[in-house]
Each structure stands twice: as structure tokens, then as C-alpha cells.
């Protein structure tokens, strides 16, 4: 069993915001594969399918992105999911708006929602698949991860929220090496 998990803040006013992107990955895959999310449980929005004869959740925590480990614990812990069938996606402002990085495993770097996840995990030894949002160092950060993105950047971010779902499907598919291979793309290639 696996768990993809895309990180955001629940309710209408973060819809489309910087810090959404993992809840955009997940709407994207939940159209893609014809998942409904609607199941609420285990502090997440979720939906189950399956792929490649794996039963696998699409989850969005409801938790508020700090908390995101609190969501994604309860769920690991029921399911008994090992470590490395979960896949969690989520924005970062380290990278250009427009970059893709797959990685089998890492720190949080400077993302709490990361931080919360493996706090209570207890590892770091999962893939991440990170939406590059970019950054504005004349505003403050939780401002600038709180704002929705231009209609320009809407643009630009959409075919990369569909690539990140793929490469999800890919890392179940076949494996991370070749999902990193496909698709850690460069903002404007």
C-alpha cells in the first residue's frame, strides 16, 4: 500500500496560494485517475485507487500544513504503510518557480509541514517530490507562501503540478531512480 500525500491549508482562502501545491498535485491525480476525495478521516480529505495492482490513498491533511505529521502519522500507523511507500509532495520556496525535484529521501530544509511529518514519522527516508514556487525577498514568507499565485504564474505552475502527479505514478510504477531520470525538471525547460 502506498500514500501520496500533497501538503497544503484546508478551506477557500488558500485555494490556489503558493503553499497549496501538493493539494494541487493531489486534485490533479484525483482527476487523472478518477479517485473521489471524499472520505474524511484521520485528519485528511482522502480517496483510495489503485495502480499497478497496489492499493494506493491520494491524501490531503486537514491539519493546517504545520501539522501535516499529525495526519500523515495516524494513517502510516494504521495501515502499517512502511516508510517507503509514502510520497509527499509539497511547495518550495528554495527552488524557481517552474522546477521539479524528485529525491528518495532528505531534510525538511526550511518547510514546518516537512518538519511535522518527520517528527512523526521518525525518518527521513521517504520520497518527496518539491513544486518550486519561488520566492520574494522583499515580502515577508508567510505572506508570499499565502498569496495566490498571478495568472501568469498560474500558467507556468499548472503543467508542473501535472508533472509532479506523474512522477508520483511513476515512483509506484517503477521506481524512484526513474521517476527522478523523467521528471526533475529546471524552471523553463
Not at 493546517?64 to 509532495?89: C, D, H, Q, T, W
Amino acid at each position: 500500500m502506498y500514500l501520496i500525500a500533497g501538503l497544503g491549508n484546508p478551506g477557500k482562502e488558500y485555494r490556489a496560494t503558493r503553499h497549496n501545491a501538493g493539494y494541487e498535485v493531489i486534485d490533479y491525480l484525483a482527476e487523472k485517475l478518477k479517485v473521489k476525495m471524499n472520505k474524511l478521516k484521520f485528519n485528511s480529505l482522502y480517496g483510495d485507487t489503485f495502480i499497478k495492482g497496489d492499493k494506493v490513498m491520494l491524501v490531503k491533511p486537514v491539519t493546517y500544513m504545520n501539522r501535516s505529521g499529525i495526519a500523515i502519522g495516524e494513517i502510516m500507523k494504521f495501515y502499517k504503510i512502511p516508510i517507503e511507500n509514502l510520497i509527499v509532495i509539497y511547495d518550495d520556496i528554495d527552488l524557481s518557480l517552474g522546477t521539479l525535484r524528485v529525491r528518495p529521501c532528505g531534510s525538511s530544509g526550511s518547510h514546518n509541514g516537512m518538519k511535522s511529518i518527520i517528527n512523526t514519522v521518525g525518518s527521513e527516508d521517504f520520497p518527496r517530490i518539491r513544486v518550486g514556487i519561488g520566492r520574494n525577498n522583499r515580502m515577508d514568507l508567510a505572506d508570499y507562501v499565502l498569496q495566490k499565485f498571478s495568472a501568469a504564474e498560474w500558467d507556468e505552475i499548472i503543467p508542473i503540478f501535472e508533472k509532479a502527479g506523474e512522477a508520483a505514478i511513476e515512483i509506484i510504477e517503477t521506481d524512484i531512480d526513474s521517476a527522478m531520470q523523467k521528471y526533475n525538471i529546471r524552471s523553463g525547460s
